[in-house]
């Protein structure tokens, strides 16, 4: 069955092309920087989002269209993956990504979920085989049911971390099975609302010992799967153990995990801690840390985990210089965690939201590529901090100098003359290659 019928498989036809259906700018074939848009961008497709949202919120009840739908329980998770595959498919994506609950229903106990998960997984495997369609990251969802009210591995409750346990030695297994390239940890809900009740050492220390068992597991069954921790403030709980980049780096130095993890970066995350979306990638980046980006982008306006397609351009620039001079993403990619606007129910807005997606990310690789080629944010860096690399400067550097050394220094200074930073200017040399992409030149 087919459920998206009108729709042809995607193409690129270019900037001028008027056709809703096409990349504008998405070519997969065209080489940036040595490699194919596609080998660089490696797109993933959030199951959730796509085909389990229902567009509700706290307002109202859903207002998603989908032909699915018209199926229950275990009927309807079959029809999700046949409706999954054949979108893939017409976008060509090399990914996609999920929690074990998006992609079949919870049993009465934990072996009817898990036997749900090995009918879906099995017929997973089978699509799989003539697709070029492969898993970038699955993960658990330990954070929706009541159970995990307290937490999931930071739970008060042994008996849920224990359940927690099980669904990610589930989740490690659903990965091996499926070749999946990285397994991600969401702790949607490892923190705390108070003080007043919690053991903060115990927890930290619990969810420490939980990401050991996962490694030690990992390595039980032959699965070298990449982890990766995806960091966020705020929702649902108030103090996250894993609120961002620098706290979650951390965290896995405290607790000798720092080999084992990498960061799973979502831009909508950022904002909410208050960082710019390029700041969380750049510590990830220079802490070796920066596995894998969930791409979307959230509204300045609301004050909430919105998931929006990303469509700004300026911040997808920047997103791409930090992954670029990563050397790419490794075994991560971008996985596009969003979803559509409440307003936005008709299937085909499903495909129109990812092609301005992949175009916005293939506009930012184009860019950013062509400032790294150029030396335009480098140059500005090397000449701005240029005093240390001569002089007491480079002293301070390399080790070689002390508090009497630099007193004596400081007492030589007659005048303390500092440079301009041109911010204005900077923004304004992005600007002007941006606009060069859209004139094609």
Request: with cysteine; glycine share 8%; hydrophobic share 35%.
């Amino acid at each position: 069955m087919s459920y998206f019928s009108n729709i042809d498989k995607i193409k690129y036809e270019g900037a001028r092309s008027t056709n809703p259906y096409a990349f504008k700018f998405y070519n997969p074939e065209e080489k940036i920087g040595g490699k194919t848009m596609e080998e660089y961008l490696r797109f993933g497709v959030a199951y959730w989002h796509t085909f389990t949202e229902d567009l509700s919120d706290p307002f109202g009840v859903g207002t998603a269209i989908r032909p699915w739908d018209k199926y229950q329980g275990m009927d309807l998770a079959k029809a999700r993956v046949e409706a999954a595959f054949e979108l893939f498919e017409k976008l060509d994506v090399p990914f996609f990504c999920f929690h074990d609950v998006d992609i079949a229903p919870e049993g009465n106990n934990l072996k009817e979920s898990n036997e749900n998960l090995d009918t879906i997984v099995s017929m997973m495997k089978d699509y799989m085989k003539d697709s070029k369609t492969k898993l970038l990251w699955n993960t658990a969802n330990n954070f929706t049911h009541p159970r995990f009210v307290h937490g999931a591995a930071s739970s008060n409750n042994a008996d849920v971390f224990a359940y927690s346990a099980a669904k990610v030695k589930k989740g490690l297994e659903i990965s091996k099975e499926l070749g999946g390239e990285n397994y991600v940890f969401w702790g949607g809900r490892e923190g705390y609302e108070t003080l007043l009740n919690t053991d903060m050492k115990l927890e930290m220390d619990n969810l420490g010992r939980f990401y050991h068992m996962a490694v030690d597991y990992a390595k039980e069954i032959g699965n070298d799967v990449q982890f990766l921790i995806e960091p966020k403030p705020k929702e649902p709980m108030k103090h996250a153990y894993d609120f961002d980049v620098a706290t979650g780096f951390a965290f896995l130095q405290n607790y000798d995990l720092q080999d084992h993890f990498k960061f799973n970066i979502e831009a909508n995350h950022a904002t909410l801690a208050g960082h710019t979306f390029e700041h969380e990638l750049h510590y990830a980046r220079i802490t070796n840390t920066l596995g894998s980006v969930d791409a979307n982008q959230g509204d300045t306006l609301l004050g909430w985990d919105t998931d929006e397609f990303p469509t700004d351009l300026s911040s997808s620039v920047l997103a791409m210089y930090e992954i670029i001079k990563n050397g790419g993403l490794g075994r991560g990619g971008l996985n596009f965690d969003a979803k559509v606007r409440r307003g936005s129910f008709d299937p085909e807005d499903l495909f129109h939201a990812h092609i301005a997606g992949m175009d916005s990310y293939a506009v930012g690789l184009r860019v950013a590529q062509k400032l790294i080629d150029d030396n335009v944010l480098e140059g500005i860096i090397d000449d701005r901090y240029k005093s240390y690399t001569e002089g007491i400067g480079l002293d301070i550097v390399e080790g070689k100098s002390d508090f009497h050394k630099l007193e004596q220094h400081a007492l030589g200074l007659n005048e303390i003359t500092n440079q301009s930073g041109r911010l204005e200017r900077i923004k304004a040399t992005i600007n002007q290659y941006l606009l060069r992409e859209y004139a094609g030149e």
